[in-house]
């Protein structure tokens, strides 16, 4: 992800997933935010998603600062964007 034509593409077609709520994508930050329904879909779909369009997407372990409440609907997710790739 390498430029502002890779996040729109990225909002654009991950937004439209079923169970999506929203999706932000930073360049700078070389992450995204989704808010999903957990009743619908789940993080790795949503990477797996990402990952079919061509783009690396990884998941914060355990030791990440961001944290994923469960019991909040739609539920807030942090995917990690490579940036050195496409």
Do not use: W
């Not at 990402?50 to 539920?75: N, Q, R, W």
Request: charged share 15%; aromatic share 4%.
């Amino acid at each position: 992800m390498t430029c502002n034509s890779c996040v729109q593409s990225i909002e654009g077609l991950i937004s439209k997933k079923p169970g999506v709520k929203s999706i932000t994508v930073s360049l700078t930050n070389k992450n995204g935010t989704v808010a999903y329904d957990p009743l619908v879909t789940s993080p790795e779909l949503v990477r797996a998603a990402i990952e079919d369009m061509g783009f690396d997407a990884s998941l914060p372990g355990k030791s990440s600062c961001f944290t994923t409440v469960y019991h909040l609907h739609p539920v807030p997710i942090i995917v990690l964007l490579d940036t050195s790739h496409v």
